[in-house]
């Protein structure tokens, strides 16, 4: 059985002769400790199937089933349940919490956690134990993702939704957080999906997804390359 | 102009602004101009009745009647006008009717309704013989309707319609009352022939009335009254309860309301200027780029004055509105005190002016002022401003504090401002909540442990008309005079008892044995004046103007009565009797003394029903008090917590995004202000204490009793209770705004 399930799901925003159709019957498989690389274009619709697989949103059409349960049903109680469970989400824009500091960021998280992970060692593996203390406003933008992706994986989710996460970072520190993913998806076992539109990326997935105007263009199983050799 | 569609458009989203601001506003304008307007009511309707029916400036009871030829004397001599009152009290069960002959010179007849219709108008009418005029209140409390008769003695008189006296217009029966009883008691007009007809020709005055022309000859008259005719009891109209009490509300009502409402008006500023500050800041980047497009200061200065102009304008016209049924309410309320008379209520144009202009411009003064220190930064400083840019406080960096208390704590510091403007805001709601149960919690304290000990262990003080000798079975006697202090009308009584005297209060502040000889205040007196123990205390005879000059040795507790006491011999040489003289005794039973010699009995009851009556009075002002307060609360909690979820939405967003649930989302942020609304609640109750003194020490005058501020533990409890409410109601509502913050918030690209 696939981790994720993806069966012919759609989504329209706005009616009438304003109507975008974001997806438009997608249906995939991820399987479970892969990393899933979406890529495509402004507006191709990757952000919308995100938001669907993270419960952020719902689907017009189609079913999506995460671990064999099928959420597109979940009322808005039981998504809550499912993102506080099962998901962890990295954003673009960081999204931490500004009166907070690193460490008490990633509490956020662990605070509502079932089993979570320490704290201490998953902060030393993403390099901020000399920053715990620091407020966001005081981290340069690839440690407030490396934190980002802390408080994402404190909860140690099944599942981690990452939304261009190195496209707000240079070149260095994007290489830095890609390696901190590929090696807590080594060391935990995490699904891993992410959506960029850095073609470089691509090569550090299981699964590479190509979107245009809201259906798959590409699905493809490759081999990983190494973070190092991505040429970023 | 185009620019100010973006106002009308934008009302929406700044709703919790625009409604706390209309609605303050609104509350602030009905309240003060209703209070104005029934103060107005009130002075212009007595004015009237007082001038138009000539009151008496005094009245007097001289030991014996004054002679056709000394009235004549008296008037001439000291131009001023003396009349023989006539009236006698027809007694039947618990009912009185006070039955007075018609003057002719002074406190005059207004009869305002008879078979023929109402008049409006105050002017003064005679009694036809045979015919009588009572309280409009006792005729409906009794089914007796113009047209009926009424029995007095042996004659049947026929009610021709419902009249006042203005010495009368608080239709008391006893000094001792607060509010006249209309069930079981009336005055009653007839013509002196009928009066005759009814009580016999040789019928004596039961007093004297004078009005002054000059001033400057009232002492000199009194003097040479006292010569001749030794009147025992001298009172000015401004002691006089039936007269002064109405007076008093005037200056009452407007000085309370007035005082309220500026409260009230000052909140509604700082939570403008507040707001708007915070409106306008964020709109730093439209103030920016319209700057650049060439729009002139004046011009941004014109369009963000909008903001304010039209939830103060809209508070402005709804509070004049609501001022017209509240001022009509208001006033029959205060009127309700008094017979049913006809009043008009009409509102004067320049408090509605007023009520227009003076929020308006305030509040767009403060908004121009706030715009004008934006402006004066460079257009591109602010199209580069952050909205988001919060300054974070570091409050607790690196303790192990739970992350709601963190966050809770930081985003407090961070915004003191903000933080300021609710402890204000809900420290003035918990004064407004808390000052009535505070007024009542001291009111009931009078009737609990006041009035029990105002009489000491005597339950009768029978008051006689002239100065007796001998014993009095079951009773201890006193002599009883009224005096006053140079410039102050209200009097306080000087009382002379045995030192046998088992009956009198004597139980002194401080603790010490009184010794007897020695001159002691009550506790009302000495707060009323101003007196400490060891403190000389001059004062003066009301008839003969003589001062007399004693040193207090110790208060005597006792706040329900202004008395200085001393022994029977030191009271008797400044009254000028002899000390086996009295003319009040005190019992624990009633005492055997001719009805005739009797001016008055109180009695503890007496004065219970009459305090009770009083303060039924004040529960209707403490009831609109309440309301506003429980308003001003959930108003505030609203805007700030509104304030509090637009300024943190990218977080709740967040933590909707990371799986917390609402009910901990809504913990997180809502609960910003628990732990301050204790703390306003504390400190209000102090702030509560000082306003209701001021309010108690101003009653003094009208209500004769020293009230102690007096707090229930009980009383804080229910009213905490009562901001509590209206705090988790108000937070209710805001937890809809809370949970419409959408979690797409969190993905959007920071601006």
Redesign the interface.
Request: hydrophobic share 35%; charged share 30%; aromatic share 10%.
């Given at each position: 059985m696939s981790h994720i399930s993806i069966k012919n799901i759609s989504k329209i925003y706005g009616s009438g002769s304003s109507e975008l159709k974001a997806l438009d019957d997608v249906s995939l498989d991820i399987e479970k400790g892969e990393i899933c690389v979406i890529l495509g274009p402004s507006g191709s619709g990757k952000s919308t199937l995100l938001n669907m697989i993270g419960g952020l949103d719902r689907v017009d059409k189609g079913t999506i089933t995460v671990e064999g349960e099928e959420i597109t049903s979940y009322n808005k109680k039981k998504m809550t349940e499912y993102r506080r469970d099962k998901l962890g989400m990295v954003f673009q824009a960081y999204n931490l919490i500004p009166e907070l500091n690193v460490v008490e960021n990633v509490r956020v998280v662990k605070d509502i956690a079932e089993d979570p992970l320490d704290e201490h060692e998953l902060l030393h593996l993403l390099g901020l134990d000399e920053h715990k203390n620091h407020f966001p406003s005081e981290l340069s933008g690839g440690q407030q993702q490396r934190c980002s992706i802390a408080r994402a994986l404190i909860k140690n989710p099944a599942l981690l939704l990452c939304d261009e996460l190195t496209g707000a970072l240079d070149s260095s520190s994007a290489k830095e957080v890609l390696k901190m993913l590929d090696e807590v998806n080594g060391q935990y076992g995490t699904t891993i999906i992410m959506i960029t539109h850095d073609e470089r990326i691509a090569g550090m997935a299981d699964r590479l997804i190509r979107i245009k105007d809201g259906k798959i263009t590409e699905n493809t199983v490759k081999a990983r390359t190494k973070v190092g050799d991505l040429g970023l | 102009m185009t620019l100010s569609r973006k106002v009308l458009r934008s009302l929406g989203k700044k709703l919790s602004f625009n409604i706390v601001t209309t609605v303050l506003t609104g509350i602030t304008v009905t309240v003060l101009i209703g209070a104005l307007t029934t103060a107005d009511t009130l002075q212009d309707k007595t004015e009237d009745i007082f001038g138009n029916l000539n009151v008496e400036h005094a009245q007097f009871l001289p030991v014996r009647p004054i002679d056709e030829e000394d009235l004549e004397y008296y008037q001439n001599s000291y131009d001023l006008i003396l009349e023989p009152q006539y009236c006698e009290d027809i007694t039947e069960g618990e009912d009185t009717i006070r039955v007075f002959a018609d003057n002719n010179k002074i406190n005059l007849t207004w009869i305002f309704e008879t078979a023929s219709g109402t008049q409006t108008e105050v002017s003064s009418s005679q009694a036809q013989d045979g015919e009588v005029y009572i309280c409009r209140k006792y005729a409906e409390a009794h089914d007796l309707n113009i047209g009926d008769t009424i029995t007095a003695g042996s004659a049947e008189l026929v009610i021709a319609g419902y009249a006042l006296r203005p010495d009368y217009l608080n239709t008391l029966k006893d000094y001792t009352e607060s509010i006249g009883d209309y069930e079981h008691f009336s005055t009653a007009i007839v013509s002196m022939n009928t009066y005759e007809d009814v009580f016999g020709e040789e019928t004596a005055p039961a007093y004297y009335s004078v009005v002054y022309n000059d001033e400057s000859s009232i002492n000199a008259f009194r003097a040479d009254l006292y010569e001749s005719y030794t009147p025992l009891e001298y009172f000015n109209s401004d002691a006089n309860s039936r007269i002064s009490l109405v007076k008093g509300e005037v200056p009452m009502l407007r000085g309370e309301f007035s005082s309220y409402s500026m409260i009230l008006f000052t909140l509604v500023v700082i939570i403008v200027a507040f707001m708007l500050s915070r409106i306008i800041a964020a709109e730093g980047r439209n103030i920016g780029t319209l700057k650049a497009l060439g729009y002139r200061k004046k011009e941004l200065i014109t369009h963000y004055i909008l903001y304010a102009l039209i939830p103060t304008a809209a508070g402005c016209l709804i509070g004049i509105i609501g001022s017209v049924p509240f001022a009509g309410a208001f006033s029959a309320f205060f009127f309700n005190d008094l017979d049913s008379f006809p009043y008009d209520v009409s509102i004067n144009p320049l408090y509605m002016i007023l009520a227009a202009l003076i929020p308006v411009v305030l509040n767009s003064s403060v908004t121009a002022i706030v715009t004008s220190r934006l402006l004066n930064k460079e257009a591109i400083a602010l199209m580069k401003n952050n909205n988001d840019a919060?300054k974070?406080?570091?409050a607790f960096?690196?303790s192990n504090m739970?992350?709601r208390t963190?966050?809770m704590m930081?985003?407090l510091l961070?915004n003191p401002v903000r933080t300021l403007v609710f402890i204000i805001g809900m420290t003035v709601a918990c004064m407004i909540i808390l000052l009535g149960g505070i007024c009542q919690d001291s009111q009931k304290n009078v009737i609990d442990h006041v009035l029990p000990d105002l009489m000491g262990d005597a339950r009768y003080e029978t008051g006689l008309n002239s100065f007796h000798t001998g014993q009095v079975a079951n009773g201890q006697t006193l002599i009883d005079v009224m005096f006053e202090v140079e410039g102050d009308p209200v009097a306080f009584n000087l009382v002379g008892y045995d030192e046998d005297n088992t009956l009198l209060e004597r139980e002194t502040v401080s603790g010490e044995e009184t010794v007897y000889g020695e001159y002691y205040l009550t506790s009302c007196a000495a707060n009323y004046y101003g007196i400490e123990p060891g403190d000389e205390f001059t004062f003066v005879h009301r008839i003969t103007g003589q001062k007399t000059t004693v040193t207090i040795s110790d208060i005597i507790y006792n706040n329900g009565l202004r008395l200085l006491i001393t022994s029977k011999d030191k009271a008797a040489a400044i009254v000028g009797v002899s000390p086996d003289e009295y003319n009040n005794i005190l019992s624990e039973v009633p005492v055997d003394v001719p009805e005739q010699d009797i001016y008055k009995i109180a009695d503890f009851d007496t004065y219970k029903d009459s305090f009770e009556q009083m303060m039924a009075t004040t529960k209707a002002v403490y009831a609109i008090l309440l309301t506003v307060g429980i308003i001003v609360c959930v108003l505030i909690v609203n805007l700030l917590s509104g304030m509090i979820i637009d300024e943190n939405s990218?977080?709740i967003s967040?933590?909707?995004?990371?799986?917390?649930?609402?009910n901990?989302i809504r913990d997180v942020i809502l609960r910003m202000n628990h732990f301050l609304l204790p703390c306003c609640f504390l400190l209000s109750i102090p702030l509560t204490c000082y306003m209701a003194k001021l309010l108690m020490a101003d009653s003094v005058a009208t209500s004769g009793i020293w009230i102690d501020v007096v707090v229930k533990p009980e009383t804080l409890l229910i009213y905490f209770a009562v901001v509590l409410a209206a705090y988790v109601i108000s937070l209710f509502l805001s937890r809809r705004k809370l949970d419409k913050v959408d979690?797409?918030q969190?993905?959007?690209?920071?601006d």
């Open positions: - | 919060r974070i406080n570091h960096n690196g739970r992350f963190l966050y930081r985003v961070g990218r977080n967040m933590l909707k995004v990371l799986g917390y649930r609402d901990e979690m797409a969190s993905l959007k690209q920071e």
